[in-house]
Structure formats: structure tokens, C-alpha cells
């Protein structure tokens, strides 16, 4: 079975651009996540979703960021303009119904010169 | 608000040695308990969990056991092997509007040497 897929793995760009991020969870799973992991605040939950619907962003840091999902296998994470201080590991996992397990992508390594 | 101490690393051991990664948090209520372990360049994966005091959680060798009283959750293996090397996360619900919001400890690396 096909896990969580992320794309793309690694990502350098240059402070200013626009960065997105994506993310296809596994099939009949009705909850996605995005997460950050960094060296000093470890692994931070930024975003979730419930059939599509953002229900607790209060992790996206600021404005710069968002995310959406527009169908039931596909989101995006979105950072516009990047800045130095968003490098890091950014990973999606999905989960199927409230008690299930969550499955995590193999992340997105972003670098922001 | 909840949140989730693990011991710092790193941790190295010899193939064969005994384990032990401690684990304590914080919380309202009654969350759920987990472990995950990552690889290498890869995301995470559940090891175990345990959703109510006194349930053990097991998996490859590795167990836990959730202590209300202490509110603990250790991470112990009998005999590592070096494919155990790793990063190891403990972690609990915060089950808010109606799904599991994991909360997350800094994670513990774990190298088990031949």
C-alpha cells in the first residue's frame, strides 16, 4: 500500500519566493496534518484537517503561511515569502477516523538562503 | 497546557544492552500515550501505544507502560540491535474537536554500536 507521499523531498530557495509544499495522504484516511521539526522547537503541529475541512490552525505561525485542501488526496502547505527562519523538516500525516493511527510522510527538507 | 519531557540524548549502547528511554508528561484529563521512531530521513512511525493507566503498549521487543501515578511513560527493550538505532519521539493526545492532536517530546537518538 502506498504511504503518505510527499513532494518535493528537498527544496532550497532564496528568502522571498514563494514555497509550496504537497502532500497526497494515504486513501480513506479523513484526517491530515501538517507538522514542522526543527532543532529547537522539535516537532510542532501546524495544521489539521478533518474531511478537508481545516479545523485547528492555531499552529501556523503567522500570515506568511497557509495551507489547503481541495480534495480528499491532495493538500498544500504554502509559505509566501519565505524567510531564513522557515528552514526545516515540514511532514504531512493522515489518519483514518478519530482513534486511528497516524501515518507520516518521509517530509520535505526546506532550505531558505 | 499538556506537554511531554523526555530524557536527553544522545543515547549510545552497546548490541545487546538493556534499554530504558524516560518519558513524563503533563496533562488534563486522560490522554492517550505513544512512541514513535524515526529513521533516517524518513517521517515517523507508531512503535507502540497505550490508552488508559496500567495498559502496556509492545511492539518489536520495545515496551511501555502508561503510570497514572507517575505519569510516566518509559520506553524499555530488553536486548537492542544496531537496526534499532534511531530517533525515538514519546508523545500524548490532546483529543480536541474530536481528533488526536499529538503533543510531542524533543526526542531521544538512540546508536547502538556492535
Known amino acids: 500500500d502506498a504511504g503518505v507521499i510527499q513532494s518535493p523531498r528537498h527544496e532550497v530557495t532564496e528568502m522571498g519566493q514563494e514555497v509550496t509544499l504537497r502532500c497526497k495522504p494515504i486513501s480513506g484516511h479523513d484526517y491530515l496534518f501538517w507538522y514542522r521539526q526543527t532543532m529547537m522547537r522539535g516537532l510542532e503541529l501546524l495544521i489539521y484537517?478533518?474531511?478537508?475541512?481545516?479545523?485547528?490552525d492555531s499552529g501556523m505561525p503567522e500570515d506568511r503561511f497557509s495551507a489547503k485542501m481541495p480534495n480528499a488526496s491532495f493538500s498544500t502547505l504554502k509559505i509566501q515569502p519565505s524567510e531564513p527562519r522557515d528552514s526545516a523538516v515540514y511532514f504531512c500525516?493522515?489518519?483514518?477516523?478519530?482513534?486511528?493511527?497516524?501515518?507520516f510522510g518521509d517530509g520535505t527538507r526546506l532550505s531558505i538562503l | 497546557g499538556n506537554s511531554v519531557t523526555q530524557m536527553e540524548g544522545p543515547v549510545t549502547l552497546s548490541e545487546e544492552a538493556f534499554l530504558t528511554i524516560n518519558c513524563t508528561y503533563t496533562?488534563?484529563?486522560?490522554?492517550?500515550l505513544f512512541w514513535y521512531v524515526q529513521y533516517p530521513g524518513e517521517g515517523l512511525q507508531l512503535l507502540l501505544k497505550?490508552?488508559?493507566?496500567?495498559d502496556k503498549g509492545s511492539n518489536k521487543g520495545f515496551e511501555a507502560t502508561y503510570r497514572k501515578e507517575t505519569t510516566s511513560f518509559h520506553l524499555e527493550k530488553g536486548s537492542v540491535q544496531v537496526s534499532d538505532s534511531a530517533v525515538y519521539f514519546c508523545a500524548l493526545s490532546d483529543q480536541v474537536q474530536g481528533a488526536q492532536k499529538l503533543v510531542f517530546g524533543q526526542g531521544t537518538r538512540l546508536t547502538i554500536n556492535p
Open positions: 500525516a493522515s489518519a483514518e477516523g478519530i482513534d486511528g493511527p497516524q501515518h
Open positions: 484537517f478533518n474531511n478537508n475541512v481545516p479545523i485547528d
Open positions: 497505550a490508552t488508559k493507566a496500567d
Open positions: 496533562a488534563t484529563g486522560y490522554p492517550s
